[in-house]
């Protein structure tokens, strides 16, 4: 029993951290691509990423996205009870197929203005998914 | 839609290459699915189809749903956009492009390209200029949409698709005048159908409009291109036949008869046959001074046809009182 207690502290620890660090990257990934292709595109974009990602990681579907950007309020509570790594993976493919539609509609012009913040922030998801 | 859209290209087609160097912009719209393409003149066919398979794949990829390539109408405009000693390879292949979508409250109408066979040749200072241009696209394609369907709402019948009572009135007038002035020939055939309260109040007006939308079916495929044929209510028709003799005017008025007399309508559980009665007017056989009496003339027609026993056509007669 107290074993089951630790891993879940230890998990929702991990967790806060990873919703924390993937909301400043969704937030990072908003302003970048945003200044390039405009809101409404962008809100379009993420639309039907979430749309199509949601389907194998439902707790994306109460991410919000306005033309004001992108916010995970609704995110942490889709979350509870899931193991962080799950919540690192449907991040993590949301992101990828973001920058699959962003490369498929300007090949590597977005890309190469974001990759260089974004690896950075998917390296530090990935160190606290492998602490735990 | 399509002229304005090609208008849209083209003007977007003169001022682009002030801005970027491409060798293709295109335009897919997504209702017809239709892709204008305004190209540097040297553009070899093989990059105008590789231009196209990849609007098409972008395209796809937005609205989440597989195109056919075979499906899409395209229509090309060639113009000298680099200088004469500039002229592009033969052999010529995509490299590079920037696409966006025409997004306008949330729904992607489209999408806009432009393409290159350079490798890497645009940068993010090109996107940001490309996607302010796409959003005044969009914006200007969704008034121009909205504005052609107010236009369809004010012009035509919504049961039956047929141009509406206010259309026959301005078509007729303009058609009148041209005849008045210029001594062409001119028929007006006023067709009613036949007992079709009886449809109503037998079969309900939800069977009774299934029967109107049929015949004005049939009587579109009557009658000739330039010909127009409107509901002028309840379950009474005008054809204006420019240029059409007398003669002429009755085939096609027999030839409608003969058509509905011969066609098996579903109403309910049950087949049932009508017919339809039709007046015929003509300019100047009639001698008519204006459209109100042409159309008085053919009313005056009609009632003699049904006076007769219906399912006939009956052509105005001048000894007649108007």
Redesign the interface.
């Given at each position: 029993m107290a074993s089951v207690i630790n891993e879940n502290k230890k998990g929702k620890w991990s967790g806060d951290l990873l919703l924390e660090l993937y909301s400043n990257l969704l937030v990072e990934i908003w302003e970048i691509v945003s200044?390039?292709?405009?809101e409404?595109?962008l809100?379009?974009l993420f639309?039907?990423a979430i749309?199509?990602i949601g389907d194998k990681y439902p707790f994306l579907v109460s991410l919000k996205v306005s033309e004001d950007g992108v916010s995970l309020e609704g995110v942490k509570e889709a979350c509870r009870g899931l193991p962080p790594l799950e919540v690192h993976r449907g991040f993590q493919s949301l992101i990828t197929h973001l920058f699959h539609?962003f490369s498929?509609?300007?090949?590597?012009?977005?890309s190469?203005?974001l990759f260089p913040k974004v690896f950075q922030k998917v390296r530090e998801a990935e160190r606290i998914i492998s602490q735990k | 839609m399509s002229v304005e859209i090609q208008e849209i290209v083209e003007s977007a087609g003169v001022n682009l290459p002030n801005l970027f160097d491409f060798s293709s912009f295109g335009l897919l719209w997504k209702e017809g699915l239709l892709l204008y393409l305004y190209q540097e003149e040297s553009c070899p066919p093989s990059l105008t189809q590789e231009v196209v398979k990849n609007m098409v794949?972008?395209f796809s990829?937005?609205g989440?749903e597989q195109i056919d390539v075979d499906r899409v109408t395209v229509q090309v405009e060639k113009r000298k956009l680099r200088p004469k000693q500039m002229t592009m390879d033969p052999k010529a292949t995509l490299k590079?492009?920037?696409?966006?979508?025409l997004?306008?409250e949330?729904d992607?109408m489209g999408c806009i390209s432009l393409n290159s066979d350079q490798s890497?040749a645009?940068?993010?200072q090109?996107?940001?200029f490309f996607?302010?241009i796409?959003?005044q696209m969009a914006a200007t394609l969704k008034h121009f949409q909205r504005f052609s369907s107010i236009q369809n709402i004010a012009i035509y019948d919504t049961l039956t698709d047929l141009y509406n009572r206010r259309y026959f009135e301005e078509r007729l007038a303009l058609e009148a005048q041209k005849s008045f002035y210029g001594g062409t020939s001119l028929s007006l055939v006023m067709v009613d159908i036949d007992h079709f309260k009886k449809v109503n109040d037998t079969f309900g007006h939800t069977e009774g409009d299934k029967v109107l939308c049929r015949i004005s079916s049939l009587l579109k495929a009557s009658v000739r291109k330039k010909d127009t044929v409107a509901r002028y209510g309840g379950e009474e028709f005008f054809l204006i036949l420019p240029e059409a003799g007398l003669e002429e005017s009755f085939i096609i008025a027999e030839r409608i008869r003969h058509l509905v007399e011969n066609t098996s309508f579903d109403v309910g559980q049950a087949e049932i046959n009508l017919t339809v009665s039709s007046g015929i007017s003509n300019f100047p056989v009639h001698r008519a001074s204006s459209k109100e009496e042409l159309v008085k003339m053919a009313d005056l027609a009609l009632y003699d046809a049904k006076r007769g026993g219906r399912n006939r056509v009956c052509i105005y007669n001048v000894n007649q009182k108007k």
């Open positions: 200044a390039l292709i405009g409404t595109i809100e379009l639309t039907l749309r199509r539609l498929t509609l300007a090949e590597g012009v977005i190469r203005e | 794949r972008v990829a937005l989440e590079s492009h920037l696409t966006l979508p997004a306008v949330g992607i890497n645009f940068d993010a090109d996107l940001q996607s302010v796409g959003y």
